[in-house]
């Protein structure tokens, strides 16, 4: 049975997480390879994204000392945390 309008409307909406898991699963039955790596990544930043921004608004404000230590996990573009190139 098809779903109300106002059952469709009262549903909270779909995060960025869920929504990217859509795609990997999609990316997994009709894409190629690519597809599913590139689905893989964008899943990861997501998630990295949202943990992130749960911790900062949970935290005090940091010091000048440790934005430059967590600046420096964080890495320049292109680089690893890990230090692997």
């Known amino acids: 049975m098809a779903q109300s309008y106002s059952e469709v409307a009262n ?3 779909v995060s960025k997480v869920q ?4 795609t990997l699963a999609n990316a997994h039955r009709r894409g190629t390879e690519a ?3 590139e ?5 990861a930043m997501a998630k990295i994204e949202q ?3 749960r911790v900062v608004a949970e935290a005090p404000a940091l010091t000048d000392a440790q934005r430059e230590r967590l600046a420096g996990l964080l890495g320049g573009v ?3 945390i ?3 190139a």
């Open 11 to 13: 549903r909270p909406p």
């Open 19 to 22: 929504s990217l898991r859509g």
């Open 35 to 37: 597809d599913i790596i």
């Open 39 to 43: 689905a893989r990544r964008d899943l």
């Open 51 to 53: 943990y992130a921004a």
């Open 78 to 80: 292109g680089q690893r």
């Open 82 to 84: 890990d230090g692997a």
